[in-house]
C-alpha cells in the first residue's frame, strides 16, 4: 500500500557528479513537494510542484532542479553535488497546498564523497 | 526566521509514562500539525488541528493550541517503546502561499 515512494533509499556519487533522485506518487495528489534534512534538522523546503506550476523557495541553490512529467512522478536533479549537499531528501505530496496533510516517502539518503 | 520550536530537545522516559512536548511559533497561522520521524525514515502525519480548534485527540495523542500564546503541545498517553521517535510540528502563516515550516524537533526515548 505505499503510497509515496522514493528510489534509490540510499544513494552514493562523487563530488561533483549529477545525480537524480525520484518519486513517485500512488494518491493522485496535485502538490509535491522536495525537502532536504540535515542531520538533527528541520525538514527544510526546496521547492513544490502544484500540477505543473514550480514554485521555488528563494534560497534554494541553483543545482538543485527538479522535473515533474506527470501527476505521479517527481525528480529531484543536483547537478554538481558537493559535499555539503549530503542529507536525507524527502519527497511529500498533498491534494493542496499548506494547510492540508502531508504524505511523505521513506527518504532517499544522500552520501557526497 | 523559523517558525515552529519544540521543546524539550530531547525527552528520556519509562514506557508507561507520559511525554508531553511543546511548541511554539511566532505569526498566526491556518493550522499546526504534528509529524512523527522514526530513525532514518520519512515523516509520518499524527494530527492537524486549526485554528479555531482549542483540543484535538487521536488514539492516545492529544494535541491543544493556544493561539494567543501561540504555543501548542503534543502529549503521548502511556508510552511504547515503540513511540521512540523525532516529534516534529509544522506550521503554515496565515498569509496565502506560506510554506509550511518545521521546527526543529523533540527526540523522544522511551525504554522498557
Known amino acids: 500500500d505505499a503510497m509515496v515512494i522514493q528510489n534509490p533509499r540510499y544513494q552514493v556519487t562523487q563530488f561533483g557528479k549529477p545525480v537524480t533522485l525520484s518519486c513517485s506518487q500512488t494518491?493522485?495528489?496535485?502538490?509535491m513537494y522536495w525537502y532536504q534534512q540535515k542531520s538533527s534538522q528541520a525538514p527544510k523546503l526546496l521547492f513544490h510542484?502544484?500540477?505543473?506550476?514550480?514554485?521555488n523557495e528563494a534560497d534554494t541553490p541553483d543545482n538543485f532542479q527538479s522535473r515533474r512529467p506527470n501527476t505521479s512522478f517527481c525528480f529531484l536533479d543536483i547537478r554538481s553535488p558537493g559535499l555539503g549537499d549530503a542529507a536525507m531528501y524527502l519527497c511529500?505530496?498533498?491534494?493542496?497546498?499548506?494547510?492540508?496533510?502531508?504524505?511523505f516517502g521513506p527518504g532517499t539518503r544522500l552520501l557526497v564523497l | 526566521s523559523q517558525q515552529g520550536e519544540e521543546d524539550p530537545q530531547a525527552l528520556s522516559i519509562q514506557e508507561g509514562e507520559n511525554a508531553t512536548m511543546n511548541c511554539s511559533y511566532k505569526?498566526?497561522?491556518?493550522?499546526l500539525q504534528w509529524y512523527r520521524q522514526n530513525s532514518g525514515r520519512g515523516l509520518v502525519h499524527l494530527i492537524l488541528?486549526?485554528?479555531?480548534?482549542r483540543e484535538k485527540h487521536s488514539g492516545r495523542l492529544r494535541v491543544t493550541l493556544d493561539t494567543s500564546k501561540k504555543s501548542s503541545s503534543l502529549l503521548i498517553t502511556a508510552s511504547r517503546a515503540a513511540d521512540t521517535a523525532s516529534y516534529f510540528c509544522?506550521?503554515?502563516?496565515?498569509?496565502?502561499?506560506?510554506?509550511?515550516?518545521f521546527g526543529k524537533g523533540t527526540t523522544l526515548s522511551v525504554s522498557s
Open positions: 511529500a505530496t498533498s491534494s493542496e497546498v499548506w494547510t492540508e496533510t502531508q504524505y
Open positions: 505569526t498566526s497561522i491556518n493550522n
Open positions: 510542484y502544484y500540477d505543473k506550476d514550480f514554485n
Open positions: 488541528i486549526r485554528s479555531n480548534e
Open positions: 494518491l493522485n495528489h496535485n502538490v
Open positions: 509544522a506550521t503554515d502563516a496565515s498569509q496565502a502561499g506560506t510554506a509550511l515550516i
